[in-house]
């Protein structure tokens, strides 16, 4: 068994981002992360994905964006790119293809079982802390500062292509962007439970982050205070809204059931459907918490 201070499940921002806080309190973290490279779901998410919050918003903690405009939407390249090169400025170990099977409680301490029989347990510290650097300042992230080609090639799937000319359902509220880019080439229906909510992506030609920290909204507990907190509006420069009211797509209230490749829709309507897009965010995958007593509770009501 393999002892380390402090285990963190995912390299994705939220992982690279706590191993970097860790780092800061004299800890020595062990990223471990299921796929084969450190940058989370983010390789894996469609084409054309563009951010809603500016570059500027959008960093993680030591490393700022380099953007040269950092006022600009980064696309999904583009974001790949910088978790990589923050991955490879962190100096902690980060291990690929490590997808965490079990945790346990051992004595004072918790034991991680990896798939493969390995396992990494927590004992105390061991080794030198590391100091308070700045990622910009490390040498091996020069070249990502200082080269103008940070977006990899796009890569030929996850675009409109495999579904044009076909009747596809989307599912979702965040799914507007898909939606909309799908009915240039498919007949395609935004279902959800309720109309779609907008909010304007930039007021007084500045975006709504840069208002949102200015009056520290961003920060504020808001959610905290209300019993229901409402719905997150889906950003929009008004070209969503447009597609939507001219019906490429069109939107629906969520079907009530499914017959096989048949959709029942809430007026009646019996409709084939060549496929359902899903696009209803993450569900929690917690039974690597099971041997932590009431742990998964208390993760179930956080997350919820």
């Known amino acids: 068994m393999e002892h380390i201070d402090v285990a963190v499940t995912g390299g994705g921002q939220s992982g690279l981002a706590t191993a970097h806080a860790l780092m800061q309190h004299g800890l020595r973290p062990v990223v471990v992360e299921a796929s084969g490279r450190a940058a989370g779901a983010w390789p894996h998410y469609y084409d054309s994905l563009t951010l809603f919050s500016p570059a500027r918003y959008s960093s993680v903690p030591g490393m700022p964006s380099p953007s040269a405009d950092r006022d600009r939407y980064p696309h999904r390249d583009e974001v790949v790119a910088y978790l990589a090169a923050y991955a490879g400025c962190l100096d902690t170990e980060i291990r690929t293809g490590c997808r965490v099977t079990a945790t346990r409680r051992v004595g004072d301490g918790l034991a991680v079982e990896l798939a493969g029989g390995c396992r990494l347990s927590r004992a105390g510290r061991r080794g030198r802390p590391p100091g308070r650097s700045d990622t910009r300042t490390d040498p091996r992230c020069r070249a990502f500062w200082s080269s103008p080609a940070r977006c990899c090639t796009p890569p030929t799937t996850r675009s409109p292509a ?10 979702g509220n965040s799914a507007v962007q898909i939606a909309a880019e799908l009915a240039r080439t498919a007949r395609v229906t935004l279902a959800t439970r ?7 992506q930039r007021i007084l030609g500045r975006d709504l982050h840069f208002w949102a920290a200015r009056t520290g909204l961003d920060a504020a507990p808001l959610g905290r205070l209300l019993s229901h907190p409402p719905a997150q509006p889906v950003l929009d420069d008004g070209r969503y809204r447009a597609a939507l009211a001219a019906g490429r797509p069109d939107r629906r209230p969520l079907f009530t059931g499914a017959d096989g490749t048949k959709l029942l829709w809430s007026d009646g309507r019996r409709e084939e459907a060549d496929a359902i897009v899903l696009a209803t965010g993450y569900r929690p995958h917690r039974p690597c918490l099971s041997g932590l007593d009431g742990l998964p509770a208390l993760v179930r009501h956080v997350s919820t």
Request: proline fraction near 12%.
């Open 162 to 171: 495999p579904f044009s000319g076909r009747r596809v359902v989307v599912v």
């Open 194 to 200: 309720g109309p779609v909510k907008f909010a304007a």
